[in-house]
């Protein structure tokens, strides 16, 4: 008997969930002239997008309750999947024919982390993908990932500090899990993520409630919108700061690769860019240690490590950002010079800086000006140091990095 009630609960457990009426009326107009949201892009083309409407139950499974966000290559939309009772986050992409193969490499590439052992302490530390499927939309095929919900990103998160830094026992926990989760995509997947910045980690949910409470919000109080040729444009709703934040997670796998061959293409944000990235060494997983070592300078300093900005023409130039490592870091060694196809570019035969910037006078990181002081200062520049390598073979690993003094000091106390 006792089975057989087991049995009945889990069938009562897993009917779907009927839809909510999102009918209410009492929202909103946005003028049509007036450009919101993602038609401020450039080159904006509203047939790329698939016209997501509030209330829209997609694949049958997922009601669409409120926007999220949006970028160049899709929106992003709460919602309530009926068939497992619980929140997702829905990124619905552009139009599949303006995509190309980058839509279904970033789907193999939540495929690949799905795929890792499950009791690797990292797992949890990197974005997982829940679901995948298509939509026909009225210019032609979508595709849609299905991710657990987030809250904000770190960016976001530094924005609403006034002093702009995250303190001492915040960054270790961002480290903490960063090291973590590289570990488990360089070791167990394979992947080698590219992109690592602020707006690409995001914190969880401890509980589900304030998901709950934000599309009892959406009920009661529509989002503003606009209606243009039959399509609706929202605006953006912020989900309210949980009253117990989740631990980070790494986000946004739209341009990592896959680590079973050397790269030597052009990746990550300028100020990240690293050494073998600007002289074209042949690239492998140590560029995400490296970016890492920029990263938190800017969590923990509250501004950037290098720029990279040329002073003669004010944008950004590989020649200028060298300068600025080699300021810091000193020169780096003939023997990962000659590794370079840009040398010639940066460099004499003879391995001598000639690329028309003189170097910055030298600093090194111990001269920076910092908010830490005596042994904690010290502890804090080993860590800056072992990630912060000219040559990649020299930094250390996410798996060592876990283990750091400085991170186990401020992460347990």
């Not at 070791?187 to 980690?201: A, F, Q």
Request: aromatic letters at 10%.
């Amino acid at each position: 008997m006792a089975s057989l009630l087991r049995w009945a609960t889990g069938l009562y457990r897993r009917a779907p969930l009927p839809p909510r009426s999102f009918a209410n009326l009492r929202y909103e107009t946005i003028p049509e002239s007036l450009k919101i949201e993602e038609e401020t892009l450039p080159d904006y083309l509203p047939q790329r997008f698939y016209p997501v409407r509030l209330g829209e139950v997609l694949a049958s499974r997922y009601q669409v309750v409120a926007k999220l966000g949006y970028g160049v290559t899709s929106t992003v939309w709460l919602a309530r999947d009926l068939n497992q009772h619980r929140h997702v986050a829905v990124k619905a992409f552009v139009r599949a024919a303006a995509m190309g193969s980058r839509l279904n490499h970033e789907r193999n590439v939540y495929q690949r982390i799905n795929n890792g052992p499950r009791s690797h302490p990292g797992r949890d530390a990197v974005r997982s993908l829940l679901d995948a499927f298509q939509l026909e939309g009225p210019d032609g095929e979508h595709q849609c990932l299905v991710h657990p919900p987030l809250w904000v990103n770190l960016q976001t998160f530094l924005d609403s500090n006034p002093v702009g830094r995250l303190p001492n026992p915040v960054l270790a926990v961002v480290l903490y899990r960063l090291f973590q989760g590289l570990d488990y995509l360089h070791s167990e997947c394979g992947i080698i993520h590219t992109d690592i910045k602020p707006d690409n980690i995001m914190f969880g949910f401890n509980d589900d409630s304030p998901l709950a409470e934000f599309e009892q919000a959406e009920l009661d109080s529509p989002s503003p919108r606009k209606e243009v040729n039959g399509r609706v444009i929202y605006v953006t709703r912020q989900i309210p700061m949980p009253k117990s934040l989740g631990p980070p997670v790494l986000c946004d796998f739209g341009a990592a690769v896959f680590g079973d061959k050397l790269h030597d293409d052009d990746v990550q944000p300028d100020q990240y860019r690293c050494p073998e990235v600007i002289l074209e060494i042949p690239w492998s997983y140590k560029i995400d240690v490296w970016n890492i070592g920029c990263l938190v300078w800017d969590l923990f300093e509250g501004g950037h490590l290098f720029h990279g900005t040329d002073p003669e023409h004010g944008v950004y130039r590989g020649r200028a950002h060298l300068a600025e490592m080699i300021a810091l870091l000193g020169p780096p060694t003939p023997e990962l010079i000659n590794r370079g196809n840009l040398k010639a570019k940066f460099f004499s035969k003879s391995c001598e800086w000639k690329a028309g910037i003189e170097p910055l006078p030298p600093v090194s990181l111990e001269k920076l000006e910092m908010t830490l002081e005596g042994a904690d200062k010290q502890l804090f520049l080993q860590l800056m140091k072992k990630l912060l390598q000219w040559a990649p073979e020299d930094r250390m690993a996410p798996r060592e990095l876990i283990k750091d003094p400085w991170v186990v000091k401020h992460l347990f106390g």
